[in-house]
């Protein structure tokens, strides 16, 4: 038999009569509950199996097949998710010490990439659409805006780095954006996590690796139909050090990679060469339907499909009705049994891809379609309450917390836990944020404004997750930094 992949190579090999003395320790047994067909392919880096941080085999001609896939020319398998290639990409564009102009919404595994390389941080600030309280893409015209106006200051950037498409599927002028970068002489990171389907096929946005990007990361887990945790990381031109690269790839990956996972990253490159098309165009038949459909809604309003709007997320809102994100969420999952990505304030957000079935994109028809009969006609009315919730989302956008520290300073200062209510101006000692998707409301060395803090509450009150906050004595309490740390500053 021919090894065409990964997977290929494995199965064989838990056919075999090959008795492993080495690890991992369940030897390839299904002595407990885990699938046998899991275990069987679960080995560590032996001979003929290739070696992800030295790849020269099958391994190599993994990544080879996924770069000629994206158009990219360089690729590497993930298997500590996206969070390593945004680590690893930061690291090896910008200078310890340096400048990163990034985008406010980024994931917090960026920030965690600044604090590691000591990075000053400028940031981007989207638009905000009202209605959906959610961060619009960026164009290239805010991005040169930026960069000229860190020039002006005489503190020029040394990478930038947005996300594209949104966790809210907001596509961002990319190819505008690199030419900005460009011009510079800096490169272009894109967190483009959400967007591994891009590029893919006949009526889908192109891929940032075709509009310019040097770095690319993309989920494949999140759009396509791969194992969690699995992810790729592009790059392309000659702005990068790939040797620089490799190293940080090297540190931040783990030395024991999932062969699992990595045969999964393979399977899901061969099942896009295979029946792309066949697989997309039904995908793209089923979302066009079922918006169709839900046109009809009178009170529930949905982000409408557009080129800077990415296919196949479901963006609800519920501005026009009585209802919170929350609780919209909430009777999808208790009455319909229906679990979207997230709620929010103003929105619900529901994910489809590829791996969607028609009766799931029914059911989310049907339910929304009949939810929305219930609100017109009243039956909703009355019992669900906002209690002064509206435009807390919104709000959260709009502020931008004075920084008394760089984010490499405060972090590493001593902390100490302080109750909410005694938290006016004072300066955050740790990340707060709305998970998911992730994006810090507050960093460390930011100032706590009444009114930031108030629309924690808001979202406390309201059941959204907010991280950061700790609970006890009938108290939620922050993690700030002790006054006089400040002195003389």
């Excluded at 909410?420 to 994006?439: H, K, Q, T």
């Amino acid at each position: 038999m021919e090894n065409h992949t990964l997977y290929d190579k494995l199965e064989e090999y838990s056919r075999s009569d090959y008795y492993p003395y080495h690890m991992p320790g369940h030897k390839r047994h299904a002595d407990g509950r885990m699938p046998a067909d899991v275990l069987g392919i679960d080995i560590t880096e032996i001979g003929g199996f290739d070696n992800l941080h030295q790849p020269r085999e099958i391994i190599q001609e993994g990544q080879e097949r996924a770069a000629r896939l994206y158009g990219a020319e360089e690729t590497f398998y993930l298997v500590n998710g996206s969070t390593c290639g945004i680590l690893s990409a930061i690291s090896a564009a910008v200078p310890e010490g340096g400048h990163l102009l990034m985008a406010r919404n980024c994931h917090k595994a960026a920030y965690h990439g600044a604090y590691l390389r000591n990075l000053k941080q400028s940031f981007l600030y989207p638009d905000i659409m009202e209605g959906y309280e959610i961060y619009d893409a960026l164009t290239a015209e805010q991005v040169e805006g930026a960069l000229e106006r860190l020039e002006a200051e005489g503190e020029p950037a040394d990478a930038v780095l947005i996300v594209s498409p949104t966790y809210e599927g907001r596509i961002a002028e990319v190819k505008g954006i690199a030419e900005a970068a460009h011009r510079r002489g800096i490169p272009l990171i894109v967190d483009e996590a959400h967007g591994a389907h891009l590029g893919l096929a006949e009526g889908f946005a192109p891929n940032s690796c075709s509009q310019g990007a040097d770095l690319v990361i993309h989920s494949v887990h999140k759009t396509l139909l791969s194992l969690t945790q699995t992810a790729l990381l592009h790059v392309n031109g000659n702005l990068i050090d790939r040797t620089g690269l490799r190293r940080f790839l090297r540190i931040y990956q783990s030395t024991s990679p999932s062969y699992v996972l990595m045969a999964s990253i393979g399977e899901a490159v061969r099942q896009i060469e295979e029946n792309g098309p066949a697989m997309f165009a039904r995908f793209k038949s089923n979302w066009e339907k079922m918006l169709d459909e839900l046109s009809a809604c009178k009170k529930l309003c949905f982000l409408p499909q557009e080129p800077c709007q990415d296919i196949g997320k479901l963006v609800i809102s519920v501005q026009k009705t009585s209802l919170s994100g929350q609780q919209l969420f909430d009777i999808l999952l208790e009455k319909y049994h229906l679990r979207p990505e997230m709620p929010s304030m103003a929105m619900v957000l529901a994910m489809f891809t590829v791996g969607d079935t028609e009766e799931g994109f029914r059911r989310m028809t049907e339910a929304l379609l009949e939810i929305d009969g219930q609100l017109e006609n009243g039956a909703l009315t009355g019992a669900l309450e906002r209690n002064g919730w509206q435009g807390t989302a919104a709000n959260l956008l709009k502020s931008r917390p004075e920084r008394k520290f760089h984010l490499g300073q405060a972090w590493d200062m001593s902390s100490e836990l302080v109750p909410m209510e005694a938290c006016g101006g004072r300066v955050s000692g740790d990340f707060i944020n709305l998970y998911p998707p992730g994006v810090p409301i507050l960093m460390p060395g930011e100032v706590m404004t009444e009114e930031i803090l108030q629309n924690i509450r808001n979202c406390r009150q309201a059941g959204l997750n907010v991280q950061g906050i700790a609970a006890g004595e009938g108290k939620d309490w922050l993690r700030v930094i002790p006054e006089r740390r400040q002195i003389g500053k």
